[in-house]
Structure formats: structure tokens, C-alpha cells
């Protein structure tokens, strides 16, 4: 093999801070003239890169050969990858199937069919022009910085964000795939104070592992865990949901799927709800439940992850009987 100094690329720029993998490699790529295919295929020879999730289905040894070539320690590559949230923000990303909170890009061949890569565009106009990892998670819906609304895809042609598919001679700007518009010039909308501040909230607690609710510390998977239980049931296709208690609020038609499918104008709303949620933490969300009639059972009904403890405790919620040792919740609880 030769010596690791052969084998670094003439320009190296590093990751930024909360940059993706996908977004580094695509600047690596550019900084070196390639096409962002041929750079990966110089690194990792024939393995498929550009048709997969590559933020979170990148494997170990490729992130060392990756290293080799760059001279960034693994680790630091590891942290580019949604891999690096485990334990933090859900227990398992899995890398193919619906990870909690994670937006799944839909890719068909190198196409992205579905608008999971969100972005600012003001960020987009600043080098260097990069993505960031926030950016994929579901609950982010605001760039914090610029207090404006992320967007989810071209405003012009309603083509996802796809880097990896504009011209080597265009890259130096952030450009749609499909119109080639510029997506930094695209119009930004200001942000709703309320999540702003709730979603600062969230960013600082998955950063340093805990949330601080009702004045005591929650670990962050275990706060992320009770999010999601309130998320199921902002919307209820059956009865009234947590949104059906805001008159100011307006309903957006939303699709019978995971709210991880749902696009950015739908997730707004919904982050709207949830802040408000946890506004004078239980007591406000207890007078919600009240107000909608949401039986307090219904945020244990889907136990595909165990409830948190978080949530049970301060709303009063009796921990789930296992009904055999199959169910779900002697998964959770065992034997009572
Ligand atoms: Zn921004
Ligand atoms: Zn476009």
C-alpha cells in the first residue's frame, strides 16, 4: 500500500461544523475538479455511493479509507454522519428503513424522489456553501441563525435539493438539479417566533445530551422519545388532535403517513403545536388534553418504541400492562 501522504488529495478542505457527509464529499469533489461520482470512485473504487443514503449507510471502513485520503480522523468523519445522533436523538438509525425524526430522501437510482434534504437559502449564499446535519431531521424547520423558514425544495421547479447531480462547471454555486436556479436567490419567509425558540431549545439539548423540562434535566433520547408519543397526536384521524385546540392555528391537509414523510409547510404546523405543547410544562399540555378530550392512553397506543418515562411520570400516565410475553410492552416493562 502507499504511504498515507501519497494518498492525500491536493486540496482537503475539512468538514465544517454540523456538516453532512454527503455535503463534504460533494465539496471535496469540487475542490479537486471531479465530477462527485468519479472522486468517490477514486476512494472507494465501485461502491455504490450516489444511490443510497450515504449520510447514514456508510460503513466503518470506508469512513478509514475516506480518512487516508483526507487526513480527517475517522471520528471526526463518523461525526458527519446522521450515525453520530445515536443515543442522542433515537436509539437505532437504520439505513434504509424510517429512522425516528430522520426525512428519507426517497432514492430511486441517483434520483432523490422525495424532498428530505431541507436547506436555507441565505446559509446557501455564504461560503463555504455546505449542509448541514439539522438540516435532515424533522423537527427542524428554521434556520435559527436567520430566523427564517427552511425550504424543502426548489421554489421553482419542486426539484429536492440533489448536489451530487449539477454540472462540475456550475458547482461553485448552490444550483437546482433540475432548473439549474440559483437555490441561494430563492425568496425566504421569517420564521414563527414560538418554534424558533422551541427549536434553539431542541438544538442545544441534542448538542449536549439533555433537555432541560420543568426544571430538572431529560436526557435528549429520552426527551425525543416523548416528543414523538405528542407528535402522533397533534393529528387524529379519529376525533380531535392536539392542533384542534388553536383557533389561530391553520390546519393544513395532512397525508396518512409518518409525520417523517410529510413536507416542510405540514411540519411547521406541526412544531407550532408541539411548542406550544410544552409551554408551562405539564400543566398547559394536561389542560390540551382536557380541552380535545385526548384520552392520556392514546399517547402510549404505539409502543414500537418504549414511552418516556418523562411524559408518564409529570402527565400521570400508568405504564402500559403487558398482556402477554409477546407484547410490546412486556418488551418495555416485563412481568408486573
Ligand atoms: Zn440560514
Ligand atoms: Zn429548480
Not at 421569517?190 to 434535566?217: C, K, N, S, Y
Amino acid at each position: 500500500m502507499a504511504p498515507r501522504q501519497h494518498l492525500l488529495w491536493r486540496v482537503c478542505p475539512g468538514p465544517q461544523e454540523d456538516e453532512l457527509l454527503s455535503s463534504w464529499l460533494h465539496r471535496l469533489a469540487t475542490a479537486n475538479g471531479l465530477a462527485d461520482h468519479t472522486f468517490c470512485r477514486y476512494v472507494w473504487d465501485m461502491t455504490p455511493v450516489w444511490n443510497r443514503d450515504i449520510d447514514r449507510s456508510v460503513r466503518p471502513g470506508l469512513l478509514i479509507e475516506l480518512s487516508d485520503w483526507t487526513a480527517v480522523s475517522p471520528e471526526r468523519i463518523k461525526e458527519t454522519t446522521l450515525w453520530s445522533l445515536e443515543g442522542k436523538l433515537t436509539t437505532h438509525i437504520r439505513d434504509c428503513a424510517i429512522s425516528p425524526w430522520v426525512l428519507p430522501l426517497g432514492i430511486y437510482h441517483r434520483v432523490r424522489r422525495r424532498a428530505g434534504q431541507q436547506f436555507c437559502p441565505i446559509c446557501m449564499g455564504i461560503e463555504p456553501c455546505y449542509l448541514r446535519k439539522t438540516w435532515r431531521l424533522a423537527w427542524a424547520v428554521a434556520c435559527t441563525k436567520h430566523q427564517t423558514w427552511l425550504l424543502d425544495q426548489c421554489l421553482r421547479c419542486g426539484c429536492p435539493l440533489m448536489f451530487h447531480r449539477t454540472s462540475i462547471r456550475q458547482a461553485a454555486r448552490a444550483l437546482c438539479a433540475c432548473c439549474r436556479g440559483n437555490l441561494a436567490s430563492l425568496e425566504t419567509k421569517p420564521a414563527d417566533a414560538e418554534v424558533l425558540a422551541f427549536q434553539r431549545q431542541i438544538e442545544d439539548g441534542l448538542l449536549a445530551g439533555d433537555v432541560p423540562v420543568a426544571g430538572r434535566v431529560v436526557p435528549s433520547l429520552d426527551f425525543f422519545r416523548g416528543l414523538r408519543q405528542f407528535a402522533r397526536c397533534v393529528y387524529q384521524t379519529r376525533g380531535r388532535g392536539l392542533v384542534d385546540a388553536f383557533d389561530d392555528i391553520a390546519k393544513p391537509s395532512i397525508p396518512k403517513v409518518r409525520f417523517e414523510h410529510w413536507g416542510a409547510a405540514q411540519r411547521q404546523v406541526l412544531m407550532l403545536v408541539l411548542a406550544r405543547c410544552m409551554q408551562s410544562w405539564p400543566h398547559k399540555m394536561r389542560d390540551l388534553m382536557a380541552s380535545v378530550r385526548l384520552n392520556p392512553s392514546q399517547l402510549t397506543t404505539d409502543l414500537r418504541e418504549r414511552p418516556a418515562d418523562w411524559v408518564l411520570d409529570d402527565l400521570g400516565i400508568r405504564r402500559p400492562l403487558p398482556r402477554s410475553r409477546n407484547s410490546l410492552a412486556f418488551r418495555w416493562y416485563g412481568a408486573n
